[in-house]
């Protein structure tokens, strides 16, 4: 019989629970030893093939006296106290530079706690938990300071805010004695999950590395942190204990991982006021009063929410739609561009039927880069003079990528809105968003020609390659996607 047979695990089982009260009452040292060896002697009566009571007869016939039981037969993890080792000192200089003053830290299974000194000595709040009453006993005698108290994993009540969480001997599952039993990888999760703390510290003897892996592992699917170091390192245990008992938990290997900043929002109020002030927005049902960018909003959330890789924005009076889509690009931080096409044309100088409510803005270059620089969109954002006609022909010379978020906001009438949206509509990805401005806008306003409205409603809604609808809010923002299994926000695209 062995540990893997069917009929081992329910009487295992029975066996760990029986053993995890080891470590739950607070007994004596005199007591722990005789309910240690009670227990062996029974369980060696029902699993005499057990490997764990083999492992206990064989340190027990040898043992010319009772500190040559495993870990010196005191306390099983006596090892570990912070005075019958360098392990403190050691975990300090490679863990200490991470811990910041005056901050929460969350110390998962806390065992002896040998980091709660120095922690505590950088004035932090530190919260730890442990199955092992005795071990919670130590803690709280030796750091009143910090709150220590005795849960599993069932039990624990995470904390609401951790900065730094540390999991240090990180268990396999069962210890090779019996003592324990438990699965701290899924607590660790929750705690992660929940907290997103700045820095998890893993932690575990090389031998038993196996919850460990899996901890990491799980870490890293996140796609939230990143590996500072990982390090294997040994201590020393004092001369009492048995150093043969413990060598091999005495080897171990240590991961620290940073979370990710996360790029700036760049909608501020200093950014908001900004926007007013140098590009004046108008018809975006926009409000100076409460700095409402209005429409701006609904472009910014659309940049954030599709994260494309390459972005198309035609026509912008003074770039506030590109801007705005831009600065959501940028908070992306994925690499993507966008490309402003515009011809620079000026109501005044080229006439409103040609020039569409531009003022020439895009012409003078020194001002274009002042634009740019202000909002520090530079490597997101690219300005094009060209008629959207020439560009399309540059589109498909350099073969440039699909278009993942594409804003039409050029020739406002029907001939010219329906030139872009079925030249440009043949670059958008399967699952692309298409925004138009103006679609509230009936065709007689005004002294400008206005089809943006018409060609959305007799048009693409009739058309079964696309869903469209319009924002209800003059003058309008239409959102239309192209028919297609849409990618997934923020992955990688072909």
């Known amino acids: 019989m062995n540990d893997s047979s069917s009929s081992w695990r329910p009487k295992a089982w029975i066996g760990n629970s029986v053993r995890s009260l080891y470590h739950r009452l607070p007994l004596s040292p005199a007591v722990r030893d005789r309910a240690r060896d009670v227990f062996y002697t029974g369980y060696g009566r029902v699993f005499p093939e057990s490997p764990l009571y ?45 811990i910041e003053e005056k901050k929460s830290v969350f ?33 709280q005698q030796s750091y009143p300071r910090g709150t220590f108290y005795v849960a599993d994993d069932a039990t624990v009540v995470i904390p609401r805010h951790v900065d730094a969480l540390i999991h240090l001997g990180i268990a396999p599952g069962t210890d090779r004695w019996g003592l324990e039993s438990r699965t701290e990888v899924g607590t660790s999760m929750r705690a992660i999950r929940q907290t997103r703390p700045r820095i998890v510290v893993l932690e575990s003897a090389v ?8 901890l990491k592992a799980l870490v890293e699917k996140l796609d939230t942190y990143n590996l ?27 991961a620290i991982y940073r979370r990710r900043s996360l790029p700036c929002f760049s909608l501020s109020e200093d950014m908001l006021a900004s926007v007013f002030a140098e590009m004046a927005p108008g018809f975006q049902a926009e409000s100076f009063s409460d700095l409402n960018l209005g429409f701006g909003f609904l472009y910014y959330a659309m940049g954030r929410i599709v994260r494309p890789k390459f972005s198309i924005v035609l026509g912008s009076e003074r770039g506030f739609s590109a801007i705005c889509i831009a600065l959501a690009m940028r908070d992306n931080g994925n690499g993507g561009k966008l490309i402003l096409v515009d011809a620079g044309y000026d109501d005044k100088t080229d006439g409103p039927s040609r020039g569409h409510g531009g003022i020439g803005f895009w012409r003078d270059r020194d001002q274009v880069g002042r634009l740019l620089d202000r909002f520090n969109v530079r490597d997101v954002m690219e300005v094009r003079v060209l008629r959207t006609s020439e560009f399309a022909a540059l589109y498909a010379k350099q073969k440039m990528p ?86 997934k926000a923020g992955t990688e695209r072909p």
């Open 207 to 214: 031998e038993f590395e196996g919850g460990y892996k899996k």
């Open 107 to 139: 110390d998962i299974c806390c065992g002896f706690s040998p980091l709660a000194r120095y922690i505590l000595g950088k004035q932090c709040d530190l919260v730890g938990f442990d199955i092992s009453a005795e071990a919670i006993a130590y803690c």
């Open 228 to 254: 500072e170091k990982e390090v294997p390192y040994e201590f020393l245990a004092s001369s009492s204990i048995n150093q043969a008992g413990a060598s091999q938990a005495r080897r171990r290997k240590l």
């Open 54 to 98: 083999r492992d206990y007869v064989r340190y027990k016939e040898n043992a010319s006296q009772v500190d040559d039981l495993p870990f010196g037969g005191a306390y099983a993890w006596d090892y570990l106290k912070p005075e019958n080792n360098d392990r403190s000192a050691i975990l300090e200089s490679i863990i200490g530079p991470y």
């Open 402 to 487: 699909p278009v993942e978020l594409l804003m039409i906001d050029a020739d406002h009438s029907f001939e010219g809105f329906r030139y872009d949206f079925e030249t440009y509509s043949h670059f958008l990805r399967s699952g692309g968003l298409i925004l138009c401005h103006d679609t509230e806008v009936e065709e007689g306003y005004g002294s400008r020609p206005f089809g943006v409205s018409r060609y959305l409603k007799e048009v693409i809604q009739q058309n079964p390659e696309y869903e469209a609808v319009s924002l209800p809010v003059w003058p309008g923002v239409g959102i239309v996607r192209k028919r297609g299994r849409a990618p």
